[in-house]
């Protein structure tokens, strides 16, 4: 399996909660996973531990048969290969669209720099706009640059948190099939958190559910949908109404 995440589990210091327990996931290459829950469920943990931002306090992962972490290994951040999205793009405001796309290729040759540029800038639709500056941009385009910058150093996996936290309802909609487009044409394995459902419908290709730190489901979009109707069958009249999407 091309990322094998086994048996996580992580609790943060100031707090005596698990904020995520024996977490298990194997995913393939190019595929896209949405790990969806409520505010605090642990998601945005799950995320944390794969980039070497937190360590886990049990737990393996690894990509393509190496090991980022166990109990005897632990990979620093950069050195992983993982390429992220921050909810907010991170972008450097006093940065081009072309520099900030550049920042994270400085082990490159010029020349290769420059064409690695072209190939991204291509591949979110940007062409044109390297001069620009990110307040020159829509929020939509803010978000292709920094898919952009992510994508450049050629990362193994790509981890998206929140993705369309920063945009309008009108524009969500236009731009989440446009990020499916981009990490399918990409090739790039994929894992995004979300509260929002309609998000990981129309993204993933298998959904994540994840409840007080434990997986709750695993499985396609249209699996989920099916769970959900017969939870609602088994229901009594007074208690059919079921919240689909989290707020």
Same mark, same amino acid.
């Given at each position: 399996m091309f990322v094998s995440i086994?048996?996580? &589990?992580? &609790? #943060?210091s100031n707090t005596k909660a698990t904020a995520l327990d024996n977490f298990s996931l194997q995913i393939k290459k190019g595929e896209v996973i949405s790990i969806l829950g409520r505010s605090g469920s642990g998601k945005s943990t799950v995320l944390r531990l794969l980039a070497g931002l937190e360590k886990p306090?049990? !737990?393996? /992962?690894?990509?393509?048969?190496?090991?980022?972490? @166990? @109990?005897r290994t632990f990979v620093q951040?950069?050195?992983?290969?993982?390429?992220?999205?921050?909810q907010d793009y991170a972008l450097f405001p006093h940065l081009t669209v072309a520099d900030?796309?550049?920042? !994270?290729?400085?082990?490159?040759?010029? &020349?290769?720099?420059?064409?690695?540029?072209?190939?991204?800038? %291509?591949? /979110?639709?940007?062409?044109? #706009?390297?001069k620009r500056y990110p307040h020159q941009l829509s929020g939509g385009q803010q978000?292709?640059?920094?898919? =952009?910058?992510?994508? =450049?150093?050629?990362?193994?996996?790509?981890?998206? @948190? %929140?993705?369309? &936290?920063?945009?309008?309802?009108?524009l969500q909609e236009k731009i989440r099939k446009e990020l499916r487009d981009i990490l399918k044409r990409a090739n790039i394995t994929s894992i995004f958190v979300t509260h929002d459902e309609k998000d990981a419908h129309i993204?993933?290709?298998?959904?994540?559910k994840i409840k007080? !730190?434990?997986?709750?489901?695993i499985g396609r979009p249209c699996d989920l949908i099916d769970v959900y109707r017969q939870e609602k069958q088994s229901l009594p009249a007074a208690s059919e109404e079921k919240e689909l999407i989290y707020t």
């Open positions: 086994e048996n996580l &589990s992580f &609790s #943060y306090s049990v !737990g393996k /992962v690894s990509i393509q048969d190496e090991i980022l972490v @166990d @109990d951040p950069e050195k992983r290969g993982i390429g992220m999205v921050f900030n796309i550049l920042f !994270g290729l400085f082990r490159m040759k010029r &020349s290769a720099k420059q064409t690695r540029l072209q190939e991204v800038l %291509e591949l /979110v639709e940007l062409q044109g #706009y390297e978000q292709r640059v920094a898919i =952009a910058r992510a994508l =450049a150093p050629n990362p193994h996996l790509l981890l998206l @948190d %929140e993705p369309f &936290s920063n945009l309008d309802a009108e993204l993933a290709d298998r959904i994540v007080n !730190g434990q997986t709750d489901f």
